[in-house]
């Protein structure tokens, strides 16, 4: 098979458990917690790497921001032959509840984003792998995290001129938080028959500045980097446990 025009893989190259963070640098720090890894391509915004996780095969596969880039991204991890995915990005909150590092797990989102729609209507629901939220969701109790499970936004800018007013009336409507890549992935994971659901750490709270709370994170602050570990832990156990299940007894 020919490898992939843009994240540079071939079916060998892939697992069938995906994990998508948006940050090529995120993608080495989920190396830290593997048993062992390699890269395998970094094309752009595409950093893919293999490993073992307590001997499971897992692949990592940066996204980039936003949904244009991850359409990409899943498209020809798809072709590669993989099955399941876990986004784990960040967010803002919309919800004064939601302090930094907690972490919101989108059972759904509103689909504010351009390119799901080039996919297929806007009536058309962004919804999670219920597989997938189920082991999120145990898992997360097991291991003691604060987690929120509830819809989430997608949306394609941060400096629009009325972000403002979009969060207030999404607050109205009990949206948890905002991201730029969960309703793409679930609309495509739906459509592609292929199990997708996010983990987000949210780095921002609610009606703060936006550009304050993404330079905190990327200051490596305490709690958002604590946030940050939780989701790749969330995440690798949660695939462990299904993992697990499927095993030939």
């Given at each position: ?15 069938k ?32 790497i ?27 991890l ?9 986004r ?133 602050g ?9 989701e ?18």
């Open positions: 098979m020919m490898k992939q025009p843009h994240i540079l893989c071939t079916e060998e190259d892939i697992d458990m995906v994990l998508l963070p948006g940050d090529p640098e995120r993608v080495l720090r989920v190396a830290g917690f593997l048993d062992s890894w390699e890269e395998i391509a970094y094309n752009r915004e595409f950093r893919t293999k490993g073992t996780y307590k001997d499971m095969p897992i692949t990592v596969t940066s996204t980039g921001i936003g949904g244009a880039s991850a359409t990409i991204a899943l498209e020809e798809v072709a590669c032959g993989a099955k399941y995915f876990i784990i990005g960040s967010a803002g909150a919309c919800q004064a509840y939601i302090d930094i590092g907690d972490l919101i797990i989108p059972t759904a989102a509103v689909r504010e984003d351009g390119a799901s729609r080039m996919y297929v209507k806007e009536n058309y629901p962004a919804v999670a792998s219920y597989d997938l939220i189920r082991a999120i969701d145990d898992t997360s109790k097991e291991l003691g995290y604060r987690t929120y499970l509830g819809i989430a936004r997608s949306h394609d800018s941060f400096y629009i001129d009325d972000e403002l007013e979009r969060m207030t009336y999404w607050n109205s409507k009990k949206v948890l938080g905002s991201d730029m890549e969960t309703a793409t992935l679930y609309t495509l994971g739906n459509l592609r028959e292929v199990h997708v659901a996010s983990i987000l750490n949210n780095v921002v709270r609610y009606e703060a500045d936006v550009k304050d709370g993404i330079n905190d994170y990327v200051d490596d305490d709690l958002a980097a604590e946030g940050e570990k939780k790749i832990i969330l995440a690798l156990e949660a695939f462990y446990r299904l993992y697990e299940s499927m095993m030939p007894i």
